[in-house]
């Protein structure tokens, strides 16, 4: 093999590498992959919107991730979006007061389902559902309700008060 061809060779290995590593980097950035769940449990939510939600998207208290979104369909009946819950059994002490509200990772990241834990000493049980959900926000309402108002609301001017009158 000459000289040439040696170099063509090892080029072309490096570059097949470098987009094995890039795949392999992308595989492993992403939730899916760094969240193994075992045994789990199943708890629906009910929204009226959820935004660019995915099915695999993660289940957070607290930020940490405790499960996954398992399916989302229309309710013909109800006409909202029925989310199905994937909760790792050792989280199945989540009190059944509990609220679902789906939030963005940053500015524009991925979207997620956050559980804000409540009070109450009774704990949800397998196929329960979420009483209080809040639905994803979409940027496009905050961008018209920004516009819609003019701006940010100013606080209200208050003049100073009246001198005493006097004799």
Do not use: C
């Amino acid at each position: 093999m000459s000289q040439k061809h040696s170099y063509q060779f090892g080029t072309g290995l490096f570059i097949l590498l470098g987009f094995a590593a890039l795949a392999w980097l992308a595989t492993q950035t992403t939730s899916v992959a760094n969240y193994r769940q075992g045994d789990s449990y199943t708890l629906n939510a009910r929204f009226a919107n959820v935004g660019q939600l995915k099915l695999g998207a993660p289940v957070k208290v607290a930020g940490v991730r405790i499960g996954s979104v398992r399916t989302i369909e229309v309710d013909p009946a109800k006409l909202d979006a029925k989310v199905q819950l994937s909760i790792a059994r050792r989280y199945d002490e989540l009190p059944d007061d509990s609220a679902a509200a789906i939030f963005t990772s940053g500015l524009l990241g991925d979207q997620y389902v956050a559980i804000q834990p409540g009070g109450s000493p009774d704990a949800f049980k397998d196929g329960d559902e979420f009483v209080l959900t809040q639905s994803s926000m979409q940027l496009e309402d905050l961008i018209g309700k920004f516009l819609a108002t003019g701006g940010p609301e100013k606080p209200a001017e208050t003049s100073p008060p009246a001198a005493p009158s006097g004799p």
